[in-house]
């Protein structure tokens, strides 16, 4: 069976850095479409970033652009969230998220897998 397993999660003060991944196992990672996802306490699940399974395409929600950055792995069936210069409002759980072979709307919801999730405080 598909698992998506986060990790890198945890307590950072305000400006500080982190680094999250998401170790995919039981599909062929190269065929998916990445996609990480936040939901803070009191609020709906929001789009971070994304990856597309060709081609190397990324996308951003417009607000975290410059801080932080998706990557992927395909050795490794992993995907990473590299967060920098992080701020109390980043704090929430951080889902991964995985969809067969999608080409567009990469910030929509609909991934066809998700993670458990891993919390991130940002302490101010």
């Known amino acids: 069976q598909v698992q ?3 990790s890198g999660g945890g ?12 170790a995919a196992s039981g599909l062929t990672f190269s065929s998916y479409t990445m996609g990480w996802f936040r939901q803070a306490p009191g609020k709906e699940r929001e789009f971070v970033a994304a990856i597309r399974w060709t081609g190397g395409i990324t996308l ?10 998706i990557s992927r792995d395909n050795a490794k069936n992993t995907v990473y969230l590299q967060m ?3 701020k109390p409002e980043d ?4 889902y991964c998220a995985a969809d067969f072979k ?8 609909g991934y066809d897998y998700w993670g458990q999730g891993t919390q991130v405080t940002v302490s101010s």
Request: overall charge positive.
């Open 4 to 6: 998506l397993v986060e």
């Open 11 to 22: 307590l950072v003060q305000a400006g500080g850095s982190l680094r999250l991944s998401c």
């Open 60 to 69: 951003y929600t417009d607000a975290l652009k410059g801080r932080f950055t």
């Open 84 to 86: 920098n210069t992080l």
């Open 91 to 94: 704090t929430a759980v951080y």
């Open 102 to 109: 999608r080409n567009y709307g990469l910030g929509l919801d």
